[in-house]
């Protein structure tokens, strides 16, 4: 027992000291951030730096309280989009969400009136809040694309950018639940909209996702108007220490958990997607291949990779995330199928050094 | 003593995130604008809620609650207007109990314990150590309930332990990993994710495995005579060894043979998408190469 807390400890500590994730400061401190200072938030909140610069929020921080319930909320929702608000505070060029909490709205094309009724509930809930100790002021707002991936549509783009004006400072979060399974992380991404008319530098462009054909158009109209934040998680001392502890009892679970079968709706869905992808873009090299070949190249310098290899790439993580899961089955497998009446004799007398299969055929 | 109710109940890692962030929450707003040395660690409280089938108590959730310690009075109003709240959000949720945080149940639990019996007549309490104790391997979260026992001839209220499992969602599961132990959160690369997904793997099955051992050790010694002769535990053990081959059916292998001979076809599939992508970039630059050969007309084609 202790030989394995102490090995995933120095594991960890390597992957953390590789990575260049900042070690904690000692217990002590890391809570601070858990303190709330009126008079700070309030002298930043009149002094409005964010005004200045459109790109001057550059990272989130969140708590694993917020990241563990907005996930919980948006799988919870199943394929409907739900949406709620983030509370927290601001600290230089990084907006930092300590809880959130889900509104009780779905969301749906006609956002205006949804504003309302949650609006109500958003002022009963803070009022409330404030008593027993929350005394954080909304940053934010989350809702989910269950499935097609985090980025901001086009009534998200309107949606944040009049949130921007009136409400500053706020942070629009997008989660993916049913990616979130699939792929086994977490599917979290954070905007912030740029001003009408602002010209945004040129960057490259951020972590390559897939988008369903219906959603592409959308998702590419608007792309340029907005830019994502890091995202970094925290937690507090005690959390950390639950959670070591909590491993202790959910390491059934994960040995439990049969991705494949969950998920069994969304990659039937993919698969579909992607032919239909292909079937576009058969149509247009056949197209351009033959009397286009001259003029092509010379235009296609500067673009990013055609259709077909942004398919191929589509079709590679999805099988990935499918080959994943039956490694896990295989393994389930292994583990307690092959075990036969006549071995049985001998399973318990076998030598247990290292992770081996404990019993073999 | 423990619970002779028969209730099985399962908690779920967000209520214990929930309250370990209440408690750190209030004690750093305490400990920030009050002189050193900290006073003592304040308790905080709440409720719990959940579903509860048959007799499956499953706790889902929580919200905080007002308590005035120094009067021992509960702001029902609050109670009632969270209840509220959460009910439009999670229509499926009850309050199934309360929780606070503290080291051992005092003699004030019970009055808070009674004056929920009117939302739930047989709340449960959830008590949260939130000491840290890094020699303990145990969750400090014990569930007590509320049960009639007759004492000195005074039938009164006490409470009892009840024994919990952990539950979670497939969600909750990958975030709790996430934040507990700081997975690579750009894993883009196939390797990574690959890496991360069986390490986990191999992190559990090295705790089966190390609980297998324990079993095993303690019953060699059973064996040798250093340790008193148990029936039930000898039992159990038996009962777990005679349940593997876990599933032995023929349909159950015809299952597994086609879940891994569609994942074969996608592998095939996508392999066959790439090949045709690579192909086709290959034709592209082979005709970029040898284009300059073929602008003068009448020329054949090239090969």
């Given at each position: 027992?202790?030989?394995?807390?102490?090995?995933?400890?120095?594991?960890?500590?390597?992957?953390?000291?590789?990575?260049?994730?900042?070690?904690?400061?000692?217990?002590?401190?890391?809570?601070?951030?858990f303190?709330?200072?009126?008079?700070?938030?309030?002298?930043?909140?009149?002094?409005?730096?964010?005004?200045?610069?459109?790109?001057?929020?550059?990272?989130?921080?969140?708590?694993?309280l917020?990241?563990?319930?907005?996930?919980?909320?948006?799988?919870?929702?199943?394929?409907?989009?739900?949406?709620?608000?983030?509370?927290?505070?601001?600290?230089?060029?990084?907006?930092?969400?300590?809880?959130?909490?889900?509104?009780?709205?779905?969301?749906?094309?006609?956002?205006?009136?949804?504003?309302?009724?949650?609006?109500?509930?958003?002022?009963?809930?803070?009022?409330?809040n404030?008593q027993v100790g929350r005394?954080?002021?909304?940053?934010?707002?989350?809702?989910?694309?269950?499935?097609?991936?985090?980025?901001?549509?086009?009534?998200?783009?309107?949606?944040?950018?009049?949130?921007?004006?009136?409400?500053?400072?706020?942070?629009?979060?997008?989660?993916?639940?049913?990616?979130?399974?699939?792929?086994?992380?977490?599917?979290?991404?954070?905007?912030?909209?740029?001003?009408?008319?602002?010209?945004?530098?040129?960057?490259?462009?951020?972590?390559?996702?897939?988008?369903?054909?219906?959603?592409?158009?959308?998702?590419?109209?608007?792309?340029?108007?907005?830019?994502?934040?890091?995202?970094?998680?925290?937690?507090s001392?005690l959390?950390?220490?639950?959670?070591?502890?909590?491993?202790?009892?959910?390491?059934?679970?994960?040995?439990?958990?049969?991705?494949?079968?969950?998920?069994?709706?969304?990659?039937?869905?993919?698969?579909?997607?992607?032919?239909?992808?292909?079937?576009?873009?058969?149509?247009?090299?056949?197209?351009?291949?033959?009397?286009?070949?001259?003029?092509?190249?010379?235009?296609?310098?500067?673009?990013?990779?055609?259709?077909?290899?942004?398919?191929?790439?589509?079709?590679?993580?999805?099988?990935?995330?499918?080959?994943?899961?039956?490694?896990?089955?295989?393994?389930?497998?292994?583990?307690?199928?092959?075990?036969?009446?006549?071995?049985?004799?001998?399973?318990?007398?076998?030598?247990?050094?290292?992770?081996?299969?404990?019993?073999?055929? | 003593?423990?619970?002779?109710?028969?209730?099985?109940?399962?908690?779920?890692?967000?209520v214990i995130v929930n309250i370990s962030d209440h408690y750190t929450r209030i004690k750093a707003q305490q400990s920030?604008?009050?002189?050193?040395?900290?006073p003592p660690a304040p308790r905080v409280y709440g409720c719990v809620?959940?579903?509860?089938?048959?007799?499956?108590?499953?706790?889902?959730?929580s919200f905080e609650l007002h308590y005035d310690a120094?009067?021992?009075?509960l702001d029902?109003?609050f109670?009632?207007?969270?209840?509220?709240?959460?009910?439009?959000?999670?229509?499926?949720?009850?309050?199934?109990?309360w929780y606070s945080t503290g080291s051992?149940?005092q003699?004030s639990d019970?009055?808070i314990?009674?004056?929920?019996?009117?939302?739930?007549?047989?709340?449960?309490y959830l008590l949260l150590n939130p000491t840290?104790?890094?020699?303990?391997?145990?969750?400090?979260i014990?569930?007590?309930?509320?049960?009639?026992?007759?004492?000195?001839?005074?039938?009164?209220?006490?409470?009892?332990?009840?024994?919990?499992?952990?539950?979670?969602?497939?969600?909750?599961?990958?975030?709790?990993?996430?934040?507990?132990?700081?997975?690579?959160?750009?894993?883009?690369?196939?390797?990574?994710?690959?890496?991360?997904?069986?390490?986990?793997?191999?992190?559990?099955?090295?705790?089966?495995?190390?609980?297998?051992?324990?079993?095993?050790?303690?019953?060699?010694?059973?064996?040798?005579?250093?340790?008193?002769?148990?029936?039930?535990?000898?039992?159990?053990?038996?009962?777990?060894?005679?349940?593997?081959?876990?599933?032995?059916?023929?349909?159950?292998?015809?299952?597994?043979?086609?879940?891994?001979?569609?994942?074969?076809?996608?592998?095939?599939?996508?392999?066959?998408?790439?090949?045709?992508?690579?192909?086709?970039?290959?034709?592209?630059?082979?005709?970029?190469?040898?284009?300059?050969?073929?602008?003068?007309?009448?020329?054949?084609?090239?090969?």
């Amino acid at each position: 027992m202790e030989a394995s807390t102490s090995s995933a400890a120095v594991a960890r500590q390597t992957w953390e000291i590789e990575n260049n994730i900042p070690m904690d400061t000692p217990s002590g401190d890391s809570d601070a951030i858990f303190e709330y200072d009126d008079a700070a938030q309030s002298a930043i909140l009149q002094q409005k730096p964010w005004t200045r610069d459109p790109h001057y929020f550059k990272n989130v921080k969140i708590s694993a309280l917020a990241l563990l319930k907005m996930v919980v909320h948006a799988r919870s929702g199943g394929t409907i989009e739900i949406m709620g608000l983030m509370q927290g505070k601001t600290d230089g060029e990084t907006i930092i969400i300590m809880d959130a909490f889900a509104l009780p709205v779905e969301g749906t094309e006609t956002r205006v009136n949804a504003q309302a009724d949650a609006y109500e509930y958003m002022v009963q809930y803070s009022q409330t809040n404030k008593q027993v100790g929350r005394l954080e002021n909304v940053v934010g707002w989350y809702h989910s694309h269950p499935g097609y991936g985090c980025w901001l549509s086009g009534i998200d783009v309107s949606t944040q950018m009049l949130n921007q004006t009136y409400q500053e400072p706020f942070l629009a979060v997008v989660i993916d639940p049913t990616r979130t399974v699939s792929a086994g992380k977490v599917e979290i991404g954070a905007f912030r909209t740029y001003p009408q008319g602002h010209k945004p530098p040129d960057e490259p462009p951020s972590e390559y996702q897939t988008i369903p054909l219906n959603k592409i158009e959308d998702f590419g109209v608007h792309y340029k108007q907005y830019y994502s934040l890091d995202i970094t998680y925290f937690k507090s001392t005690l959390d950390s220490h639950l959670l070591d502890l909590l491993w202790n009892k959910y390491w059934v679970n994960t040995l439990s958990s049969s991705p494949l079968l969950g998920n069994r709706d969304y990659v039937a869905g993919q698969v579909a997607d992607l032919a239909e992808k292909l079937e576009q873009a058969e149509s247009q090299l056949a197209h351009s291949g033959r009397m286009g070949g001259f003029f092509m190249p010379v235009q296609r310098k500067k673009e990013e990779e055609s259709q077909l290899a942004k398919i191929s790439r589509d079709s590679s993580k999805i099988t990935v995330e499918q080959l994943h899961g039956l490694m896990s089955q295989v393994i389930k497998d292994t583990l307690f199928n092959s075990v036969t009446p006549a071995t049985t004799a001998l399973g318990l007398s076998l030598d247990m050094s290292g992770p081996e299969p404990m019993v073999e055929t | 003593m423990s619970s002779s109710s028969g209730l099985t109940f399962k908690l779920h890692p967000l209520v214990i995130v929930n309250i370990s962030d209440h408690y750190t929450r209030i004690k750093a707003q305490q400990s920030g604008s009050a002189p050193r040395p900290l006073p003592p660690a304040p308790r905080v409280y709440g409720c719990v809620l959940g579903v509860q089938t048959g007799r499956t108590v499953e706790i889902f959730n929580s919200f905080e609650l007002h308590y005035d310690a120094t009067k021992n009075v509960l702001d029902r109003a609050f109670l009632e207007s969270k209840q509220e709240q959460y009910k439009k959000v999670f229509p499926k949720y009850d309050v199934l109990g309360w929780y606070s945080t503290g080291s051992d149940i005092q003699d004030s639990d019970m009055l808070i314990h009674k004056a929920l019996t009117d939302i739930n007549e047989s709340p449960v309490y959830l008590l949260l150590n939130p000491t840290i104790n890094h020699a303990q391997k145990d969750l400090p979260i014990s569930i007590f309930e509320s049960e009639l026992h007759v004492i000195e001839g005074v039938p009164s209220l006490i409470f009892v332990n009840a024994s919990y499992t952990i539950e979670t969602v497939e969600a909750e599961r990958i975030s709790v990993d996430h934040v507990a132990h700081i997975k690579p959160s750009d894993g883009s690369s196939a390797a990574t994710q690959l890496a991360a997904h069986l390490t986990g793997m191999h992190s559990a099955i090295k705790m089966l495995n190390s609980r297998i051992r324990v079993l095993h050790h303690h019953l060699v010694s059973i064996q040798k005579g250093e340790v008193p002769y148990e029936h039930s535990l000898l039992r159990q053990v038996s009962s777990l060894v005679r349940r593997l081959p876990a599933i032995d059916s023929s349909r159950f292998q015809d299952d597994f043979v086609m879940e891994y001979n569609d994942t074969l076809l996608m592998t095939y599939l996508a392999t066959i998408t790439k090949c045709s992508s690579t192909m086709n970039e290959l034709v592209d630059k082979f005709n970029t190469a040898y284009d300059k050969q073929n602008r003068r007309p009448g020329h054949s084609t090239f090969i």
